[in-house]
């Protein structure tokens, strides 16, 4: 009888073990797929959502030279081709913005050309015949050109041409535009999980941008490219945007191709599924170790509440009506910049004069139009990367300056700006008087984060006194 109850318990435990770890490994086989599928779609999905990200940069990079090149088109159609002052104003552009630092250039059907770099053609130069100047031709408004490798820098650029209103002959309005912030982008990107990133052209499917710098300049379609591009250029050729999974050398990948916005271009980014899976495995071990079904929990939320908590710090520094910084987040981004350059640039406090009657007379949805115009004038006018633009209450804006710039500069730049803002809200508020009020003081070791905000707000204030729509800049000791 012992022995048939012997029998009997390790028949029971036999069953038991049967049971449970079939079980267990089931449960660790699923947890392991679920697991595994859910970091592959995390890494997929944090794929989509950088490649957008840096599509919308380039989207929002190129609105802004269109929107800087109209305003050069209109103050040459105004001031007029035949006017010696005209040829000042597009000196101006030289060296006024990074992407295209020699500048705008001209010429007409009649062979007369003008460059604002003072670059002087040879006798060879024939105006009606360069690829620019045809272009520009068929357009009233600025459009991006095909890219070219420029022989004397030897990175890629595009023209910007449009034709130009004028009595006298017809001509045509350019600039080369460089690709040099795309560049940084792309290395950028690649600092994660993303293995390479590429800008491409629709058109000729040239690369402009690439992690790559030898593809620079290079056709997508060229036969001599790996099996990356070359299915990639497949891709390209079914415009199939979003993500897809290719073949390249070193096994699959995951291809996410974004279309940029007002332009032929695509922003490619592509992740190795080989390395998303090793990465994956050294989870796994980790996991087996400390118990699977803690360590996927803890993941997930971690992952969800990181994720909540980043979007609700970018809503807590952001103005929900203008989209540009609240006060805070004007406070954190402007000691940043303080902590690197401590001693350079300007801080601007703005004030709409008269934005009461606004929202008195015309209603508080005219009124919102009105700030998130203005918010736009400060962004596409304060467009460099070390500027920062902020609302920071009501009709109060505020406007960091982060780079090396002296009083000449400062005060020739806010003329512009106050002359600009005229131009855009006179007409159609014309009853209502606006100006705009600035007050500003230049950066200097002595002086705290407090001090500059107080400096800058008394600056406001004086300029009020004395009859607004004007600036005041003032050196505080």
């Not at 060296?95 to 050309?113: F, Q």
């Not at 099996?227 to 945007?241: E, F, H, P, Q």
């Not at 001693?343 to 009124?367: C, E, T, Y």
Request: hydrophobic fraction near 40%; aromatic fraction near 12%; charge should be negative.
């Amino acid at each position: 009888m012992k022995q048939d109850k012997k029998n009997r318990f390790i028949r029971i435990n036999f069953k038991i073990v049967g049971t449970v770890v079939p079980i267990v490994l089931l449960m660790i086989f699923i947890f392991f797929s679920l697991t595994r599928n859910e970091i592959v779609t995390l890494s997929k999905d944090k794929l989509a959502l950088e490649s957008k990200n840096y599509a919308e940069e380039i989207r929002t990079w190129a609105d802004r030279i269109l929107n800087e090149l109209d305003i050069y088109k209109s103050l040459v159609e105004k001031m007029g081709i035949d006017n010696a002052e005209t040829f000042e104003v597009l000196k101006t552009s030289c060296g006024a913005h990074e992407s295209y630092p020699y500048g705008l250039y001209w010429g007409d059907e009649n062979g007369n050309y003008f460059d604002s770099s003072d670059w002087v053609p040879g006798e060879d130069f024939v105006v009606t015949e360069r690829n620019w100047y045809i272009e520009g031709l068929e357009h009233d408004e600025f459009v991006f050109g095909e890219p070219y490798v420029d022989a004397m820098t030897g990175t890629a650029c595009i023209s910007v041409t449009a034709r130009v209103d004028s009595d006298s002959a017809l001509s045509v309005l350019s600039v080369d535009v460089y690709f040099d912030y795309a560049q940084r982008l792309v290395e950028e990107i690649i600092a994660g999980n993303v293995e390479s990133a590429f800008f491409v052209t629709g058109g000729s499917r040239t690369i402009v941008a690439d992690a790559d710098s030898q593809m620079v300049g290079k056709s997508v379609d060229d036969g001599d490219n790996s099996l990356l591009y070359k299915n990639v250029s497949i891709l390209l050729d079914g415009d199939k945007t979003g993500q897809s999974v290719i073949k390249g050398e070193k096994g699959r990948y995951y291809a996410d191709i974004n279309k940029i916005g007002n332009t032929d271009w695509y922003f490619v980014t592509l992740m190795s599924q080989k390395e998303v899976l090793s990465d994956l495995l050294r989870i796994e071990a980790i996991m087996i170790i400390v118990a699977a079904v803690a360590v996927i929990m803890l993941v997930f939320l971690t992952i969800r509440f990181a994720r909540e908590m980043a979007e609700n710090r970018i809503k807590a520094k952001t103005d929900s009506l203008t989209k540009l910084l609240n006060r805070d987040g004007f406070r954190e981004r402007m000691f940043a910049a303080l902590k690197i350059c401590p001693n350079q640039g300007v801080l601007l406090f703005m004030d709409m004069d008269n934005f009461k009657l606004i929202n008195d007379q015309l209603g508080h949805p005219v009124g919102d139009r009105v700030l998130i115009g203005f918010a736009e004038l400060l962004e596409r006018y304060f467009n460099r990367n070390k500027d920062i633009v902020a609302r920071i209450g009501g009709d109060e804006f505020a406007v960091f300056v982060g780079r090396p710039i002296k009083v000449p500069e400062a005060e020739a730049m806010l003329r512009k700006f106050i002359s600009i803002f005229h131009s855009e809200f006179d007409e159609e508020y014309s009853k209502q008087q606006l100006s705009v009020s600035i007050g500003g003081v230049f950066v200097s070791e002595e002086l705290t984060y407090e001090d500059l905000y107080q400096s800058a707000d008394n600056a406001l204030y004086e300029v009020k006194n004395k009859g607004k729509d004007g600036f005041y800049i003032t050196h505080k000791e």
